[in-house]
């Protein structure tokens, strides 16, 4: 008798298609960072700092989750942005503990034509995105 949480041969080929189809989105990722001048991580940080939810700014911590990596290296990431005039650190007026992180005109531009090319590329993507529904 087969185990009703076994997957079908069907639910892995609908896997291995979804995974294939992120792993070529984020090869176009990497690639059209790279080809701006920066890398990868520096361009998930913009699109967070851009992206998060309620204001245009974020808090190193928030950066943190948001890239799942740990509170120093978001810093030393900060820094080489920083450097570009990717970003801009403010102390919080309300709460000098924390700062802010905005994104300087520079930083917009280059997250402005990124962002819209990952837009066209999901778009073209657009059904291989659709999240496997697997019985489990």
């Known amino acids: 008798m087969k185990n009703p949480r076994s997957l079908s041969?069907?639910?892995?080929?609908?896997?291995?298609?979804?995974?294939y189809q992120m792993r070529r989105f984020e090869r176009f990722s990497?690639?059209?960072?790279?080809?701006?001048?920066?890398?990868p991580l520096q361009y998930l940080l913009l699109l967070h700092v851009k992206?998060?939810?309620g204001r245009d700014w974020?808090?190193?911590?928030e950066l943190a989750e948001r890239l799942q990596a740990q509170h120093h290296s978001v810093v030393a990431l900060l820094t080489r942005c920083?450097?570009?005039?990717?970003?801009?650190?403010?102390?919080r007026e309300t709460d000098r503990r924390?700062?802010?992180?905005?994104?300087?005109?520079?930083?917009?531009?280059?997250?402005?034509?990124?962002?819209?090319l990952h837009r066209a590329e999901l778009k073209s993507l657009?059904?291989?995105?659709?999240?496997?529904?697997?019985?489990?």
Not at 58 to 61: P, S
């Open 30 to 39: 990497e690639q059209a960072a790279q080809a701006e001048g920066i890398t």
């Open 126 to 136: 657009e059904s291989a995105f659709k999240v496997p529904q697997i019985d489990l």
């Open 98 to 116: 924390q700062v802010e992180i905005h994104l300087q005109p520079n930083g917009e531009r280059v997250l402005d034509r990124l962002a819209a």
């Open 9 to 19: 041969k069907a639910d892995f080929s609908q896997l291995s298609e979804f995974r």
């Open 58 to 61: 974020a808090t190193v911590g």
């Open 82 to 91: 920083e450097s570009l005039e990717l970003i801009r650190r403010q102390v």
């Open 51 to 53: 992206g998060y939810p």
